[in-house]
């Protein structure tokens, strides 16, 4: 199988092209300085050559905060440029992997987010990635939308300053006796190559439609702060930030854990907790 990775060089696409590399498939690993997204020509004159089987899009304006400064920007990014890979894609007779995230919903839910509750996002970047969504639907039926949350990687995130929040922890730690960490946030971290993995295997069926794709399980933003010490044999002293030490300037979901139901209804998930994928992550065996 032929797969065109958008943005590879990214914390997920890295990983995403890895992934499908180790799975025997055929790769074309997709740099900003190969495509932009933002332009119909571009994408069409990056693709069409390679005709490639499946199109996973990996590209995003993830900084929350430059998406409140530049929303015609995210929304160029974020949203017209799904609706041109999804353009394309339909030209091609391709499949369009696109990654959304859990930032559409308002947080207000007290149980975990299905695939059928109804999006609300609170800031432009939500915004934008839900329209994201929608023209990516409306572009082509041969579509795979996936929803995640809490993303850290191997390879540094450029559009969040480099360090993922796993490596940010241990910086903090190693510069002062004390960090300090919120704890009215929950999330689920999920390593990118758990959810490469999960890609390789979605892409493989013709399940269209949305899907959420997190680690299993759920915990705060301290909580996770205090594994990764954990399992790191990491000593500081760990205290819960007060909501005045990080006020934030864009509002954001204070609960967006997802349930991957329709990937479990359909035998598709495969997803350990996001314990597992930490241990993972620092190569620390798992027991079963």
Not at 67 to 91: H, M, S, T, W, Y
Not at 189 to 214: K, M
């Amino acid at each position: 199988m032929k797969v065109a990775v958008v943005g590879a060089n990214g914390q997920l696409g890295s990983d995403v092209a890895r992934a499908f590399g180790n799975n025997g498939d055929e790769v074309y690993a997709l740099t900003h300085s190969d495509i932009e997204v933002t332009s119909f020509d571009s994408v069409m004159g990056a693709l069409v050559g390679q005709r490639p089987d499946v199109i996973v899009n990996t590209a995003a304006l993830h900084h929350v905060e430059l998406c409140e400064q530049e929303p015609e920007k995210a929304f160029a990014i974020n949203a017209l440029g799904p609706r041109i890979l999804g353009c394309v894609a339909k030209d091609l007779d391709a499949v369009l992997v696109h990654i959304s995230t859990d930032y559409v919903f308002d947080g207000n839910k007290a149980s975990p987010y299905e695939e059928a509750d109804t999006p609300r996002p609170l800031s432009v970047y939500g915004n934008t990635k839900l329209a994201g969504e929608y023209f990516v639907r409306c572009a082509t039926h041969k579509h795979f939308v996936l929803r995640t949350s809490g993303l850290y990687g191997k390879r540094p995130c450029r559009g969040k300053g480099g360090l993922n929040f796993v490596e940010l922890m241990l910086k903090l730690a190693r510069e002062r006796s004390e960090v300090r960490v919120v704890e009215n946030e929950v999330i689920t971290p999920t390593f990118t190559r758990d959810l490469a993995q999960q890609i390789v295997v979605l892409s493989q069926s013709n399940c269209y439609g949305i899907y959420n794709a997190t680690a299993e399980g759920s915990c705060s933003w301290h909580e996770f702060a205090r594994e990764i010490f954990a399992v790191t044999n990491t000593t500081v002293n760990l205290k819960v930030a007060s909501a005045t030490d990080f006020p934030s300037k864009v509002p954001r979901p204070v609960y967006s854990v997802l349930e991957n139901r329709a990937l479990k209804l359909r035998g598709l998930n495969t997803f350990e907790t996001w314990q597992h994928g930490l241990r993972d992550y620092f190569g620390i065996p798992n027991c079963e």
